[in-house]
């Protein structure tokens, strides 16, 4: 019986097995192949457009609810009431990810996506207008999030399963890598604008911004060709039947449930501890809109070099190495609880972008290479069920238990939820032993315009 020691011995490479790989310039150039699949290219663009939207919203919203709560009791705004913004857009994830998986696996991914984009458009379209006439209070800003979260709910399962349907498997790494590359480079982007924006003009300028950039992101979406899966039976069966086959994916898989359940607390005490109060913190003591974007800016900095990491290195036992990477999540709301200056939070804020991403990746192969690919949307809806389901939660009690026994109080509280929960997920063995190089289980067709991949079969 192994232990995490030897375990972490056994993935890493040797110097002489790093000296015989290729190198890294060979790699990086080997993994930008996959460019030459055209309509992977219009996912990659519409990934620009939407996710520079997210990163404009990750400022503006937050920033919208606080100048509308400003009062003699919170000169600084009122964090109790972006706790609740912030979980009524993370609320609709608890009610229609499941149904966003179902209509993905039934139906065309690309047209899911379309239909989330305009959902969140919606959302970011109502926000703006209410700012611009000064009719914005917590209650038509909570409608409006709902509306984001509902695009965001349906986005994601289908926007998943759509790029294995594209690209081989053996090119899948890199597609996640790229794809992830592009969502994290314009996340960082729009949240460095964001801040201006908010800063200079105000949030609902921001958001009216955002809701243009979701429309012309659709525009990529029409020219993706992708069918409907083909049904055996001669309808599709109910949405009911269609929920529990997905879950039985998810309850047969130990490592699977095991790191949905640890997310479920990670990002709980991520969303509650930084998300929530990292707004209040950077505009009461470290310098406002500008600050947070700045911190937010230094995530997707570290997201976009966790990309980079997974286009030129894999490892043998992905879920391992992921849920190490976890702990670092910790960090940011650790380091601000403690009072630390601008530039110490910035740095954490990198490394956990950094962790978060290369983890994805790695979550996303991992799921391609042992999911059957006629039910991944379905399982990938259970995994954002899952791992957000405690989000709200997080999000609501983070701003009242700040506002009653402090800041720093919450946040290191939340920085020991996240240690805890990842240490348990670290015991299981199925977590620890996951491998990487697992024949491919696939339901499915090869993908457009390509000749069945070497290992590409059902087993």
């Given at each position: 019986m192994s232990n995490p020691a030897q375990d972490f011995a056994a993935d890493a490479p040797s110097i002489s097995q790093v000296a015989e790989s290729q190198s890294l310039k060979e790699t990086f150039r080997e993994s930008l192949t996959v460019l030459r699949v055209s309509q992977f290219r219009l996912v990659l663009f519409e990934?620009?457009?939407?996710?520079?939207?997210?990163?404009?919203?990750?400022?503006?919203?937050?920033?919208?609810?606080?100048?509308?709560?400003?009062?003699?009791?919170?000169?600084?705004?009122?964090?109790?009431?972006?706790?609740?913004?912030?979980?009524?857009?993370?609320?609709?994830?608890?009610?229609?990810?499941?149904?966003?998986?179902?209509?993905?696996?039934?139906?065309?991914?690309?047209?899911?996506?379309?239909?989330?984009?305009?959902?969140?458009?919606?959302?970011?379209?109502?926000?703006?207008?209410?700012m611009f006439t000064h009719a914005a209070n917590t209650w038509n800003l909570l409608v409006a999030a709902v509306l984001m979260g509902t695009g965001g709910a349906l986005f994601?399962?289908?926007?998943?399963?759509?790029?294995?349907?594209?690209?081989?498997?053996?090119?899948?790494?890199?597609?996640s890598s790229l794809s992830r590359l592009a969502q994290s480079s314009t996340l960082m982007i729009g949240a460095a604008l964001g801040g201006v924006l908010v800063s200079v003009f105000g949030p609902g300028w921001a958001m009216g911004l955002d809701a243009g950039l979701l429309l012309i992101g659709t525009l990529p979406l029409f020219r993706i060709t992708v069918t409907a899966l083909e049904r055996v039976a001669e309808k599709a069966p109910g949405m009911v039947h269609e929920l529990r086959e997905g879950w039985v994916e998810v309850r047969s898989r130990t490592w699977l449930w095991a790191v949905i359940a640890c997310y479920a607390a990670v990002l709980a005490g991520w969303f509650g501890g930084f998300l929530v109060l990292g707004p209040e913190v950077a505009k009461a003591r470290l310098g406002g809109a500008g600050a947070w974007a700045t911190i937010v800016s230094c995530d997707g900095l570290g997201i976009l070099l966790g990309g980079v990491a997974g286009l030129v290195y894999q490892v043998k036992r992905p879920m391992f190495?992921?849920?190490?990477?976890?702990?670092?999540?910790?960090?940011?709301?650790?380091?601000?609880?403690?009072?630390?200056?601008?530039?110490?939070?910035?740095?954490?804020?990198?490394?956990?972008?950094?962790?978060?991403?290369?983890?994805?990746?790695?979550?996303?192969?991992?799921?391609?290479?042992?999911?059957?690919?006629?039910?991944?949307?379905?399982?990938?809806?259970?995994?954002?069920?899952?791992?957000?389901?405690?989000?709200?939660l997080g999000d609501l009690i983070a701003g009242p238990a700040s506002n009653a026994v402090g800041t720093k109080a919450v946040q290191l509280g939340a920085g020991g939820v996240i240690i805890a929960a990842t240490g348990l997920t670290f015991m299981s063995s199925q977590?620890?032993?996951?491998?990487?190089?697992?024949?491919?289980?696939?339901?499915?067709?090869?993908?457009?315009?390509e000749e069945p991949a070497p290992g590409f079969a059902a087993v």
């Open positions: 990934r620009l457009l939407s996710t520079s939207a997210t990163g404009i919203s990750s400022v503006a919203l937050s920033f919208a609810v606080l100048e509308v709560t400003r009062s003699a009791a919170h000169p600084d705004g009122n964090a109790a009431a972006v706790s609740f913004v912030l979980a009524a857009q993370l609320a609709p994830m608890l009610v229609f990810t499941l149904v966003g998986g179902v209509l993905a696996d039934r139906f065309r991914p690309q047209r899911v996506m379309m239909a989330a984009n305009f959902a969140a458009a919606a959302g970011e379209g109502l926000a703006a207008l209410m994601y399962p289908s926007s998943q399963s759509l790029i294995p349907r594209l690209v081989h498997e053996e090119k899948m790494q890199a597609a190495v992921g849920t190490i990477l976890t702990f670092t999540f910790a960090l940011p709301p650790v380091v601000m609880g403690l009072g630390g200056p601008l530039w110490a939070i910035s740095v954490v804020s990198v490394v956990a972008g950094f962790s978060g991403e290369y983890f994805m990746i790695l979550w996303t192969v991992a799921l391609t290479r042992h999911i059957p690919q006629d039910k991944l949307a379905r399982v990938y809806s259970y995994d954002a069920l899952g791992s957000l389901s405690a989000s709200p977590v620890r032993h996951l491998r990487a190089d697992a024949p491919v289980i696939s339901a499915l067709p090869a993908p457009l315009g």
